[in-house]
């Protein structure tokens, strides 16, 4: 980039950054870094620019290239959600490119600081993923390259079985021996017979008898957590091996909080774009081609939901409704005109993709965008349902869990001989069985012992089961 | 003083490597997972019936990431229309519905597709198959020494010898000269800097030739599928002769009880009936090869199929016969295609030929023909290494 361009950008991000600050915008400092397509194409490809090696990164490192090298895609930005905030600009942007992106960037900023999903991550991640990429460099220098992929494939594969709660971070319990159980609470004092005159005690005692003639459940609820289940439950792990576990899963609850809010987040960041830009002098060439870029960004789509359109037009009704509540929101919510503004603040800091689908997603919106839910029917996709509750509810339904199968580990010491006992908790959507076969594999990898999913085929509870050498299924 | 707001600035990336490093990662996974499955690839209809020349696409199902996922093509979607749809109407046929508009198209990669497709040519295909393959060296000829000295036109210079001017680059360049002077036309004439002129190489070349004689059983017990296994073999092995001879030729002999000669076409189609006599093969084999094929100048491959099924009394004049093949050629094989594991006449009296030219192999299956092609051509221990 020329001199002269690289001043005439900094002095639009000045007045970009003045503007986004005016319109009450609270971001991190920011790190603008020009690079080329190949290295734009790789942190999208990793997520992160210091994020380990894998083969599966290249794969679509090599996917996304040809396609921007064709011509079909093109990535203008990336942003990364660390303090200070890191956001990549395509060598060879137009200015007006640079414009809208820099406005747009500042508006994801602006929601990775203050969207309470957002709050418990970390914003050194950029250092950690730097150090974890070291490390599980070291392993493969000592325990070979192979033997280290292997592992990530298996790991890679479960990745998405966490528990991204905010409130719960750790295991509130303990694996029990048997024999610890069995003796707890046995101590026979010199009088203790005389406690079976009382008929009280006598059942309290009798009862607690045959709690403990009861298998113990471990884990004693379903646990979600299933890399972390793992990582600490697992027999035989190495300390590389926990170590990648913990670094797959500590990414994954990174990474975890953006899935989580796509829509929002690309809905908020195309409303600030388009805001900011408003308010700058474009010249007359420029106006039209941010009308033309814009155009692009929010364009929708027959087949899926584009977050960036659905999401600024969610905003934009939120701010309508708010601004201008009806006379029964005024007397019974106590709503006062004009508070559009500050609604919308509220929701990017209190609300993720479900509930702001939820609460948000009404009939006026589905029908004025058109929304409709479509499914399979023979060889053709067909418009199923155009009723805005089904709408709403099959939107909220692929967004819960980020889009994943709910999946929680049943029995850490299934049939007491320490299998595991996944169970897929089914809500209208079947599993992938070619990949679930596939998948099952690396469980076992990883757990060392025989493991079970349970799910449910055509309104059946199956349960397949990987030995080490074949996956099995049965009905239950 | 306070820090920045921002800061812009434009490194130099050019040792970011990353990304292309996994991506060949990427590749080699697949060339990987190419080479388990080659001996399915080696019998791949696709490629015998294609006579080599095109692109195939081979399903590769270990380099998906594979993980917990829905069933896309079970579950329900979300789409917007125009502002007219109505319950009923179809959006997209079969297959994947398209990629969604708009960057980063977010939610799912797209599923539907299940498995990874790599797509290979022929000769890359060789090229893997081969470099576990090697020639029975097991006599040098002669002939191998002679060489022959070839010219090829391979360069272009600007002197040269005027019989050797390249029309086509001369005018060129003329044009692109008188373009640059703002004269978009061959107006401004030829000058001396424009002309361009072929010059050559010389290169020398081995000299030699190698015949395969390709004899098969096609008595009444010969299948399709039989049929089907020696023809993917002899496509590899021509191939395979191919890359380490100049010239090589294949000699189709047909035999039941009497050996003949015949086209491709009919060695590969036509079923004929009766009993076996391997030995009229062979006999007709020695006849080609002393009236056509001298050992002094041809390398000799003569192959033999057959599901082993030989009149007894017939066996012994085979292993006799077998022996004078084997003093002219360069190495002898046999193939049994022998896919219910009958017991075979044949084989048990070739079980006692002692001798490094003879190679013989068993066929049951489909994906014993990659085994058989490694058999006959096996790396020796010395090559390996």
């Known amino acids: 980039m020329a001199a002269e361009d690289k ?65 079909l895609s093109k990535i203008y930005e990336l942003v990364i959600n660390s303090n200070p905030c890191y956001a990549f600009l395509l060598d060879g942007n137009t200015l007006i490119q640079n414009k809208l992106i820099v ?173 900011i830009l408003r308010e700058m002098e474009l010249t007359e060439r420029e106006t039209i081609e941010f009308a033309k870029l814009n155009a692009g960004v929010v364009q929708p789509s027959t087949t899926s939901i584009n977050p960036y359109y659905l999401g600024v037009k969610m905003f934009e009704y939120i701010e309508r409704k708010w601004d201008n509540p009806t006379e ?24 993720s993709d479900i509930s702001f689908l939820r609460n948000y997603l009404t009939k006026e919106l589905v029908d004025e965008l058109d929304m409709y839910v479509f499914a399979k029917q023979g060889n053709d996709w067909t418009i199923t349902e155009k009723l805005w509750e089904g709408v709403r509810d099959q939107l909220v339904v692929s967004r819960v869990n980020g889009g994943f199968p709910y999946l929680t580990v049943e029995n850490g010491d299934y049939l007491r001989n320490g299998e595991l006992y996944l169970k897929h908790h089914f809500e209208g959507m079947e599993l992938d069985i070619k990949y679930l076969e596939r998948t099952l594999p690396y469980v076992h990898q990883l757990w060392k012992k025989t493991v079970h999913l349970e799910t449910t085929i055509e309104d059946r509870q199956v349960l397949f089961t990987h030995d080490g050498k074949k996956t099995h299924r049965r009905f239950l | 003083m306070k820090e920045p707001m921002f800061i812009v600035s434009q490194e130099d990336w050019s040792l970011h490597r990353k990304g292309y490093q996994d991506q060949l990662r990427h590749q080699e996974k697949v060339k990987e997972a190419i080479k388990q499955n080659l001996p399915d690839l080696v019998s791949e209809e696709s490629i015998i019936m294609s006579n ?3 692109v195939v696409k081979i399903p590769i199902r270990s380099l998906d990431e594979y993980r917990f996922r829905y069933n896309y093509n079970k579950s329900k979607q979300v789409g917007q229309g125009n502002g007219d749809s109505k319950v009923g109407d179809v ?132 299948g399709i599928f039989e049929k089907y296994i020696a023809r993917s073999f002899f496509f590899w092995m021509t191939r395979f002769l191919r890359t380490k001879y100049e010239k090589v030729e294949i ?18 189609s036509k079923g004929e009936s009766g009993g076996t006599i391997c030995s009229s093969a062979y006999r007709k084999a020695l006849e080609i090869i002393d009236s056509r094929y001298s050992p002094a100048v041809y390398n000799i491959y003569p192959f033999h199929f057959s599901d082993g099924d030989n009149l007894t009394s017939d066996n012994e004049r085979c292993v006799k016969l077998v022996g004078e093949l084997m003093k002219r050629s360069n190495m002898f094989g046999y193939g049994e295609v022998n896919q219910y594991n009958r017991h075979s006449t044949l084989m048990s009296a070739y079980k006692h030929v002692n001798d490094p030219k003879f190679k013989h192999c068993i066929i049951r299956e489909k994906g014993e023909v990659y085994k058989a092609l490694t058999t006959f051509f096996k790396k020796t221990e010395e090559a390996k290494a």
């Open chain 2, 251 to 268: 000699v189709f002999i047909a035999h039941h009880t009497e050996a003949k000669e015949v086209t491709e076409e009919a060695f590969f």
């Open chain 2, 52 to 54: 080599g020349r095109d």
């Open chain 1, 328 to 351: 029964e929101e005024q007397h019974r919510l106590g709503r006062k005109k004009g508070e559009g503004r500050k609604k919308i603040f509220e929701v990017r800091e209190l609300d």
């Open chain 1, 7 to 71: 001043r005439q950008l900094e002095r639009a991000i000045d007045e970009i950054t003045e503007i986004a600050k005016g319109f009450g915008l609270d971001f991190y400092p920011m790190r603008y870094e020009i690079c080329p397509a190949d290295i734009i194409y790789t942190f999208g490809a990793y997520g992160m620019p210091t994020r380990f090696s894998h083969w599966s990164f290249g794969k679509s490192f090599h996917r996304m290239k040809l396609q921007y090298d064709l011509g």
């Open chain 2, 91 to 222: 959006i997209a046929r079969d297959g994947d519905p398209a990629a969604g508009a708009g960057k980063g198209s977010g939610a799912g990669e797209d599923p539907g597709q299940d498995y990874y497709e790599a797509e290979i040519s022929v000769e890359e295909l060789e090229e893997m198959l081969f470099s576990e393959m090697e020639l029975p060296n097991l006599k040098r000829k002669d002939q191998n020494q002679i060489t022959v000295t070839d010219i090829e036109f391979n360069d272009i210079r600007k002197k040269g010898l005027m019989g050797n001017i390249d029309k086509k680059r001369t005018i060129l360049e003329a044009l692109k000269r008188n373009a640059r002077a703002g004269n978009p036309s061959l107006k401004g004439g030829i000058s001396v800097d424009d002309l361009r002129y072929k010059t050559w190489d010389e290169v020398t070349k081995p000299h030699s030739n190698a015949v395969v004689i390709a004899m098969m059983d096609t008595s009444g017990s010969m």
């Open chain 1, 103 to 275: 406005a747009h960037v500042l508006a994801h900023c602006d929601f990775f600081k203050n969207n309470v999903r957002f709050s418990k991550t970390n914003r050194e991640m950029v250092e950690s993923m730097a150090a974890s990429a070291e490390r599980i460099r070291q392993y493969e220098i000592l325990y070979g390259k192979h033997e280290v992929e292997n592992f990530l494939d298996a790991a890679l594969g479960i990745q998405e079985h966490i528990d991204p709660s905010l409130v719960k971070p750790q295991f509130d319990y303990v694996k029990e021996d048997s024999d610890t159980r069995n003796t707890k609470g046995q101590r026979k004092g010199l009088y203790d017979d005389l406690w079976g005159l009382d008929p009280e005690e006598r059942e309290r005692r009798e009862k607690e008898e045959a709690k403990k003639n009861q298998p113990v459940r471990f884990p004693p609820r379903p646990e979600k957590d299933l890399l972390l289940f793992i990582e600490q439950y697992a027999q035989g792990l190495q300390d590389w091996q926990q170590d990648i576990l913990t670094i797959v899963r500590g990414e994954m609850l990174y990474f975890w909080p953006q899935l989580e809010t796509k829509i929002m987040n690309e809905g908020w960041a195309s409303y600030w774009h388009q805001r």
